[in-house]
């Protein structure tokens, strides 16, 4: 039996709370969703490493250019993606938000996602305390995210658990740096490009607000970080990533 895990802490403790311990004994090997959650299951399940096979989620592809600013419908200089969920940090993302607009007056954010009404309700309170009315669009949910990359900003990933998002390596792949909190898989993926000095330290928002206000004062910053993170994320690929995962289900090198 080959258990595939694709989730940390907070949500297994949801999902399975009860029957989760003899489960776990009757799995043969385990693939997990990125190093992140290959360390969760050693560090506090006690799996053993050789049971454990880590596989960064993949993307479809890496396309064939960066999104272009001219593509958005609402440029924006901070991007913020996910479910209006406690989990997804969307109340850290107004306060970086809010830290980076003090001195940077035409500064735009969007945070593109849906989620619980009340969730959404408590976000917009926060954006009119700090005065961020016009300037933090709270986008909903689209089915197409690529017109809203910010070719000349960033991707500002403030979940406080996660993975291995897929929207840090699609930002990757186009080209779009990222900063993000040590709290899941994002913060490997930077630390693989290069780029360990923008992952600040979990709950750390001042941390967060400094490294993103550092790329978005400094244009070649920025195209070095998102010109190393595409280059990592040419290895995300589904081409690249499924010989791993069948590797892990039926033994035997990828």
């Keep these: 039996m ?8 907070g949500v ?37 490493r050789p049971l454990v096979t880590a596989v960064d989620e993949p993307i479809a592809e890496v396309p064939p250019r960066p999104v272009a600013a001219s593509d958005a419908p609402a440029p924006v200089d901070v991007l913020g993606v ?6 997804k940090g969307a109340d850290a993302f107004v306060a970086v938000v ?39 669009h709270l986008v909903g949910d689209r089915a197409d995210l690529e017109p809203w990359w910010p070719h000349q900003g960033l991707l500002l990933h403030t979940a406080r658990e996660d993975p291995f998002p897929l929207v840090a390596a699609e930002a990757g792949a186009r080209g779009v740096p990222v900063v993000t909190w040590a709290t899941g898989g994002a913060a490997d993926l930077l630390a693989r490009s290069g780029s360990a000095h923008l992952v600040a330290p979990a709950g750390d928002v001042i941390g967060l607000a400094q490294r993103a206000g550092a ?25 690249h990533q499924a010989p791993v995962v069948w590797a892990a289900c039926v033994g035997g090198p990828p």
């Design 12 to 48: 297994a403790d949801r999902v399975l709370p009860a029957q989760r311990a003899s489960l776990l004994a009757r799995v043969d090997h385990f693939v997990a969703a990125g190093d992140w959650t290959a360390r969760m299951l050693a560090d506090r399940f006690g799996i053993a």
């Design 82 to 87: 996910g479910s209006l969920a406690a989990r």
């Design 98 to 136: 809010a830290l980076l607009a003090a001195t940077r007056p035409h500064l735009r954010a969007a945070w593109i996602g849906a989620g619980d009404p009340a969730q959404r309700a408590l976000v917009t309170a926060d954006i009119a305390a700090a005065g961020l009315g016009g300037r933090l």
């Design 215 to 239: 790329l978005l004062d400094d244009p070649a910053a920025r195209a070095r970080a998102g010109a190393a993170l595409r280059t990592e994320a040419a290895h995300l690929t589904t081409d």
């Design 2 to 9: 080959v258990c595939w895990v694709h989730e940390l802490d």
